[in-house]
């Protein structure tokens, strides 16, 4: 059973941090391009960082909105993904999902999780 679980989400106030984790199973994970993307009401789900697997090196995907602010990283043993998110904005207020597919678009990925809430305020 092919299962992608976030967790990590909740509330912080402007400038805080948070770490999202995304445990990954039932489908062969290595294959996969993993990435965090994020959807708000009304929006388009939006591609925030995505990380491909090679032997050498990874390429990693970034946003323009959150380079400098948020860091990627994927442990291929445990099939792990991770997302750590600093100086973080109200405008970063979203349910973050974590993704497998073959490239880092949303039109393209084979598996969801069911995303984590990131509410971000004063």
């Known amino acids: 059973q092919v299962q992608l679980v976030e967790s990590g989400g909740g509330w912080v106030q402007p400038g805080g941090s948070l770490r999202l984790s995304c445990a990954a199973s039932?489908?062969?994970?290595?294959?996969?391009?993993l990435g965090w993307f994020r959807q708000t009401p009304g929006k388009e789900r939006e591609a925030v960082s995505c990380m491909t697997y090679s032997r050498t090196p990874d390429t990693t995907y970034w946003a323009d909105f959150v380079k400098g602010r948020f860091t990627i990283a994927r442990n291929n043993v445990e099939n792990k993904l991770f997302l750590q998110m600093n100086s973080l904005k109200p405008e970063d207020t979203a349910v973050y999902y974590c993704?497998?597919?073959?490239?880092?678009?949303?039109?393209?990925?084979?598996?969801w999780g069911k995303g984590t809430l990131v509410t971000v305020s004063p």
């Open positions: 039932g489908f062969p994970v290595n294959l996969y391009t």
């Open positions: 993704a497998a597919g073959s490239s880092c678009d949303p039109s393209v990925m084979n598996y």
